[in-house]
């Protein structure tokens, strides 16, 4: 008889680790439902849009879930600081919008958003100026939005970087980083 209690005792708990497994097999949870939504009011025009990101951005454990792509190569190829203006973060949230739009597929249609988000980032970044100063960040902020504008997400020929720079005479390409 001790037997069969062993035997009986062994097949419980081979059961109880089988069924163990079988939930350490589950597939990850799917990111949450209103990802997108959550996502849309990141890339908003507002100020409370850019705020709220920036706030998230840094904690972002708490939005681990969502699965978001928080990487950045700032500015890309141009400087991330022209002329001293300080535009790299304006560029870490045009980064966000681009890489996770892209991740769920929806790229195309929040581009012109995206980008315009962008422009009033950097807008936002020139109001600190004023006179000649802020006339000339302005123009670079132009810049930079007309090259994400036309180009963004794809890799523009030399003719398209002459294009930009007969556009704002002001601009070389040494300034402003456009590729030789």
């Not at 949450?32 to 959550?38: I, L, N, T």
């Not at 807008?123 to 100063?133: E, F, S």
Request: glycine content about 8%; charged content about 15%.
């Amino acid at each position: 008889m001790p037997r069969r209690g062993s035997f009986g005792t062994f097949t419980a708990a081979v059961l109880l680790m089988l069924l163990g497994l079988a939930g350490v097999a589950q597939p990850a949870a799917a990111a949450p439902a209103d990802k997108a939504a959550v996502l849309s009011s990141w890339t908003q025009t507002s100020v409370t849009s850019y705020n709220a990101f920036f706030a998230a951005r840094a904690n972002q454990g708490a939005w681990s879930a969502y699965g978001f792509d928080w990487s950045t190569d700032y500015c890309s190829s141009s400087p991330d600081n022209p002329f001293g203006f300080p535009f790299n973060r304006s560029c870490v949230r045009h980064d966000f919008g681009y890489r996770n739009y892209k991740a769920i597929g929806a790229f195309a249609a929040n581009k012109s958003r995206i980008d315009s988000a962008f422009y009033a980032d950097l807008k936002r970044v020139c109001a600190n100026y004023g006179g000649a100063t802020k006339v000339s960040c302005d123009s670079l902020a132009w810049t930079y939005y007309n090259a994400v504008r036309v180009f963004g997400s794809s890799v523009p020929t030399q003719a398209q970087l002459a294009a930009i720079e007969s556009a704002n005479p002001y601009l070389t390409r040494a300034g402003v980083g456009l590729a030789s």
